[in-house]
């Protein structure tokens, strides 16, 4: 273990690594790190895919901005944003029949869970480079993750409300080697007193000095100073314009937009945007009906077999029947088996007009 002091002013991000597997001991150090990261309402908004197949390194470092490094990583690691898990189990605890109940509405989630979901990700992240540095392993972020959100998807098999925000490469320093850290600007341009501080030319001009000394007139960009070498690299890039692109279309899935009954079913089937527009016609007023049948069935069964079965149940009125969402096959069947009868009958008491109910899977993300 480093003195942390060390270990802070050391670190750099390193893109060449020593040529063999992280320990499966320093793995889980990683990962420890990264979990015991603070978290927002102690929610944990992120999920980590560890990544060593090596053809998906490869699609990776293509699809991040032609990276080569990325597939000489060990160890890859993607850092995401992660509300679905929190909206699955909203949704499996039927806030949309409590919101409905209480003439609230029932919301996925907005572009402030978004960023509140990026910060917890990056502080793990962050974490997770930390506990590496202390056992010798470098690391190196990827932040053009964040482009190409449809191939990434697809890739990494991630539903609506998770976006992946960071990747971050990990490898043991190669024997002998340790780049030296690079400069940074000056503190006064960072850390204020009290209240930001903006800076006129001059002090601007100060600030970037060191770096802008490194300038020459003949570049490929035609850029006539360093501002504008700068931002014909970077933030006028046309991997900068990329970024924008995939994050605008990742970001319709965070408008948080009204929850309906009965579109829990197949977000990933939909595509990802408007993933909430109802595809079956609904009747909102069959959910606090829904809650009389489950009062029913609560009384004539034990509580176990009432909450493992009967709960999590997800009714969608559908043209005069009523569609139970089941969460697996193993619900659905026994559910079917051991309680359609009596669910009818409840069904029956409650919604004399529904002519029978049928039992179906739910496709989720596991399926
Ligand atoms: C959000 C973020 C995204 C980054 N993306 C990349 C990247 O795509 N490729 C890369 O080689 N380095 C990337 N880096 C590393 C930076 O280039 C590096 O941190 C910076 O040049 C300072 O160098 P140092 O980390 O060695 O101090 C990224 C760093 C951050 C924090």
Redesign the pocket.
């Known amino acids: 273990m480093q003195p942390i002091e060390n270990l802070l002013r050391e670190?750099?991000?390193l893109?060449r690594f020593a040529d063999c597997p992280l320990n499966q001991g320093d793995v889980d150090w990683i990962v420890e790190g990264a979990m015991r990261a603070p978290t927002a309402g102690n929610m944990m908004l992120y999920s980590m895919i560890l990544i060593t197949d090596p053809i998906k390194k490869q699609v990776l470092s293509e699809t991040?901005?032609h990276?080569p490094?990325i597939a000489k990583a060990p160890l890859v690691v993607a850092f995401l944003a992660d509300y679905q898990r929190w909206f699955d189990y909203y949704r499996n605890s039927n806030v949309n029949a409590y919101c409905l109940e209480r003439g609230l509405e029932f919301c996925g989630p907005d572009e402030a869970d978004l960023l509140l979901a990026c910060s917890d990700a990056l502080i793990a992240a962050q974490n997770a480079v930390i506990a590496a540095e202390s056992r010798g392993i470098g690391s190196?972020?990827?932040?053009?993750i964040m482009e190409n959100y449809e191939r990434h998807r697809e890739l990494l098999n991630l539903p609506a409300w998770v976006f992946p925000v960071?990747l971050l490469c990990f490898g043991y320093y190669p024997e002998g080697e340790r780049?030296a850290?690079?400069s940074r600007f000056d503190r006064k341009y960072i850390a204020f007193a009290e209240q930001y501080q903006r800076f006129n030319p001059e002090g601007l001009n100060e600030m970037l000095a060191a770096r802008a000394a490194a300038f020459t007139p003949a570049n490929p960009y035609g850029a006539q100073n360093y501002g504008q070498w700068m931002y014909a690299r970077k933030t006028g890039a046309p991997f900068s314009a990329e970024m924008a692109r995939s994050v605008r279309e990742a970001l319709k899935n965070w408008k948080g937009d009204r929850i309906r009954m009965n579109n829990h079913v197949d977000e990933l089937d939909e595509g990802l945007t408007n993933v909430w527009e109802p595809r079956v016609s609904e009747d909102a007023s069959s959910v606090p009906k829904w809650w009389r049948v489950l009062e029913i069935m609560r009384k004539e069964l034990s509580r176990p077999s009432f909450e493992t079965w009967i709960a999590p149940l997800r009714p969608v009125h559908l043209e005069g029947e009523l569609c139970l969402y089941c969460q697996n096959l193993f619900q659905k069947d026994w559910a079917e088996s051991r309680y359609k009868q009596s669910l009818e009958r409840a069904v029956l008491a409650v919604m004399p007009d529904i002519r029978g109910i049928t039992f179906t899977l739910e496709k989720t993300v596991e399926q």
């Open positions: 670190r750099i991000s893109r991040c901005d990276q490094f190196c972020y990827i932040g053009d960071a780049p850290p690079r």
